[in-house]
């Protein structure tokens, strides 16, 4: 499946030159699905082979494609398709078999994952690179995988001054009947915790490619407002879970001062960012905000 945002559908809708762009985009990502896959099945193999899994098989594999412009944050149709599919694959499992992380509320917390999944992999700085691979354990004996790779086309005269990116995201989901028997942690709660310090990585990316001049300004207001967002609504969840079960979730206690990789990315892009004048004040004074009170 390809789909574009409605405000990349819209220009293409107006103009052939558009058209042809978004085409040849499409093309290209297409061209790079055998690679691609390949490079997503060896992770998966590595990931497992990591998590002691020997006898996992295959129930599902698809990709999708999202063309939008770079500043945009709305993977909803490719999200929607990717869980849909989640929820067949839970409802074509053992009836009997626990699976909290197959609630219809859990389903929406992987469409956060998708989420993170893609903008990482439409990221141009390295701290968030090893975000565009996902395996998250859903249930006993389930797992789900994610891989995106995206490629980008900058035309002033058809799209503005703003580049249009195309994401092709990549969805496989496994069964392990060993791993029914493991007592590791599941559930909704657990893929939330790990996709709250993995959005904020993404957020730390954000201002480190506006230090290394990779986007504008406006462009990080856009996204960073898009990606609070989403840390806010994960976080909303995981406080309702803790209230809900009392249990504390050690992996999204905040770091000390200065003790994580993204504290010491964003403090590196305040200080070259405070050197490029009055317009990249706001940033400067938000990351320090958000520095002082260990948001990442």
Sequence with gaps: MACNSGSVQSVADKT?????QIDKLQTMILAQEADNKARFYAEIEGHLKDAGVTDARELSYNSDIKTEYSSEFSLDKIAAVVTKSLAAIAAAQDPLAKKPAMSPEAIKTYTDVVNTVAEAAKSSSTASASLSFSMNRLSPGLFAFLYASSINIKDVDTFGSEAVTTTAVY??????????????????????????IDMKTIQAALTDDLANGKIDIDE??????????????????????????????????????????????????????????????????TSRARLANCYY
């Design 171 to 196: 969805y496989r989901f496994m069964q392990s009947i060993d791993d029914v028997k493991s007592e590791a942690s599941f559930g909704a709660a657990v893929i939330d915790a790990k996709n709250f």
């Design 220 to 285: 990080w207001m856009k996204k960073d407002a898009l990606y609070t967002d989403a840390v806010n609504r994960i976080k909303a969840r995981l406080d309702a879970n803790r209230l809900k079960s009392g249990v504390q979730l050690l992996s999204i206690h905040p770091p000390a001062p200065g003790a994580s990789a993204n504290q010491q990315l964003v403090l590196a892009s305040i200080q070259r960012l405070s050197t490029l004048g009055a317009a990249y004040q706001p940033v400067v004074e």
């Design 16 to 20: 052939v030159a558009a058209k042809n």
